[in-house]
């Protein structure tokens, strides 16, 4: 794992009851998806909810050290009440978020705080794998796959109470 991922595993906590590191946490999240009967196609993105994505670019660019002139576009996604941006860092995304509005993203922030929200994989067909989560007793957040800034997308809570979600997304 880079530096950079080495450092955002102190810069954003995961809040899990346990102390675990992102790469960890998404081996483990992949894991949880195939012991379901779902095959990630690849790991997406870490979504990271904050108070400002303006704020939190500067940051990471100060924090980081080696990253420079990081330049994002801010997404208005109407479906969750939230804009998004997302940045590639040293082959892993990591996507941000800031609620406008009313949502379990807005709840979680005030909750949290600044801090891991979800990890997203993409699949080939999400209302199957919502299927399949159901099935297997997966607390759904989305019973049918909205359209988010990639694709179809839809969120669970794979491990309650932890409050981290899992997002699957059915690229456009």
Known sequence: MSRIWSKLDTAWPVQTGGNIGLMELKDGMAGFMERHGVAP??????????????????????????????????VKVEAYNVYVARIDLDGLELELIEPYGGSFFKAHH?????????????????????MKFSTGGVELIDRTPRHGAHGKVAF??????????LEICQPK
């Open 110 to 130: 005030e909750e949290f705080g600044n801090s891991v929200h979800h990890l997203s994989f993409q699949v080939t067909d999400a209302a199957d794998c919502l």
């Open 41 to 74: 196609i690849v790991f997406s993105h870490f979504g990271i909810v904050v108070d400002s994505i303006e704020s939190h670019v500067k940051w990471l660019a100060d924090y980081l050290e080696s990253v420079s002139g990081l330049q994002t576009e801010k």
């Open 156 to 165: 669970m809570k794979p491990f309650p109470p932890d409050s981290l979600y």
